[in-house]
């Protein structure tokens, strides 16, 4: 029994499936997912962080795993996800923060990653979109990205075909052997799985803090569109904009704090997110807006996602924070092996949810 149905809980579910399991999901309709909001960036280059060794060998390995899961994806979910390698390209507004951008593509480099720093005149050569006042970017040229929403459209999809059921229902509690449904009755498993997202915390005891994020969608005049996924920090605040092969554009993102019924967008989130595009690539200006959702990042006090069994026994798939899109289809596969006794990772140990034992 899985709990929850983002790109968590259907990763999970289809892996335990596809390992000879007879898997049910239950998902509460009126929790609606963080997974559609997200941008659909696989981009563990320009997420590389310092002191974040386990989590950038993780992401580096998720992405390579996307390469081949995303046509297994496409033949087992009839639909074409858009998986693109466009590279992302990092825009510096001043010399501050080309400096910044130095430090990191050394960092990158260490990982292992290609990484290469550009003078003004050469970011602009390569992406026209971007202002022509900024001081310079770095280029990675293996980030990907995939459609977020067709993505999870494929995965429901493979999973009714490998004869998952769908429960719509809210959960209460969960033990090691049953689900509590909010009207009080109890379904049975051998194994449940809370892949519940934000609201983890309601229903296992972990430190999560959910950090609420609104992304835009929209679509721009043919040949205004960038190359590249691009993005920046700007006053502060980072953004990026992530051009589509079917002409979506997907702008973002905010971040802040906030509680999980707070979904209407401010008027100052739309203001800002905008106008940090615009002052990255001057053309978003023209964008016409079809779509503005918030959602919530499930994050962790380490940036590490919670993946195994709790002392309670019950399993545990959440807390993938900024990079869910990327590392759940690969954290899935290192849990179900867990789970049907195929194996332990190492990095488990790591993962666990014992390590997170208080709540927020
Ligand atoms: C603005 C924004 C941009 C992002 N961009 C990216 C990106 O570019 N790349 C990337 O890799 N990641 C990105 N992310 C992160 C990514 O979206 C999340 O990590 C991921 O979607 C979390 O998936 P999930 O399945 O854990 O949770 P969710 O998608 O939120 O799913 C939770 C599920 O649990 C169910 N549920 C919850 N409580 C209960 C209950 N009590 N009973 C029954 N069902 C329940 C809900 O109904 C839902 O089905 C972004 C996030 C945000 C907010």
Same mark, same amino acid.
């Given at each position: ?18 390992? *000879? ?7 509460? =309709? ?11 960036? /696989? ?68 990982? *292992?990653?290609?990484? !290469? ?10 992406? =026209?979109?971007?202002? !022509? ?18 993505? /999870?459209? @494929? ?17 209460? @509690? ?10 009080? !009755? ?36 043919? *040949? ?7 993005? *920046? ?21 905010? !971040? ?79 849990? @179900? ?18 390590? /997170?034992?208080?709540?927020?």
């Amino acid at each position: 029994m899985v709990v929850g149905a983002g790109i968590a809980g259907m990763t999970i579910a289809v892996e335990l499936a596809r390992r *000879g399991a007879r898997v049910q999901v239950i998902a509460d =309709p009126s929790r609606s997912p963080t997974t559609p909001v997200a941008a659909g960036m /696989l981009a563990p280059a320009a997420e590389t962080d310092f002191g974040e060794d386990l989590l950038v060998r993780l992401e580096q390995d998720a992405r390579t795993a996307w390469e081949a899961l995303a046509a297994t994806l496409e033949r087992n979910g009839d639909t074409d996800v858009l998986f693109e390698v466009r590279g992302s390209l990092v825009a510096a507004q001043t010399p501050g923060d080309l400096d910044h951008l130095r430090r990191m593509v050394d960092l990158q480099r260490r990982f *292992g990653m290609t990484a !290469s720093l550009l003078g003004a005149r050469d970011l602009v050569d390569l992406e =026209p979109a971007l202002s !022509s006042h900024l001081a310079g970017g770095a280029l990675l040229p293996d980030d990907a990205q995939v459609d977020n929403r067709r993505a /999870l459209a @494929a995965y429901d999809t493979w999973a009714a075909k490998l004869g998952i059921e769908r429960i719509e229902a809210a959960v209460r @509690a969960v033990h090691p052997d049953a689900v509590e449904l909010a009207d009080t !009755s109890r379904l049975q498993a051998d194994t449940v799985v809370v892949a519940a997202g934000s609201w983890l915390r309601d229903l296992v005891e972990v430190a999560l803090q959910p950090v609420r994020g609104v992304t835009i969608r929209g679509t721009l005049p043919v *040949g205004l569109a960038p190359r590249h996924c691009l993005r *920046g920090e700007l006053r502060g605040r980072r953004v990026y904009i992530v051009p589509r092969a079917s002409h979506e554009i997907v702008i973002g993102a905010t !971040s802040d704090e906030a509680p999980l019924t707070d979904r209407d967008p401010r008027a100052r989130d739309l203001l800002d997110l905008l106008d940090d595009a615009r002052t990255l690539a001057p053309a978003m200006g023209e964008l016409a807006v079809t779509d503005v959702s918030v959602g919530f990042r499930p994050a962790t006090p380490d940036n590490l996602p919670i993946v195994g069994r709790g002392d309670d026994g019950v399993w545990v798939h959440g807390g993938h924070y900024r990079h869910g899109i990327l590392l759940a289809p690969f954290t899935a596969t290192l849990l @179900a092996d867990a789970i049907v006794g195929d194996g332990v990772d190492p990095r488990l140990a790591a993962l666990s949810p014992t390590r /997170l034992r208080s709540r927020a």
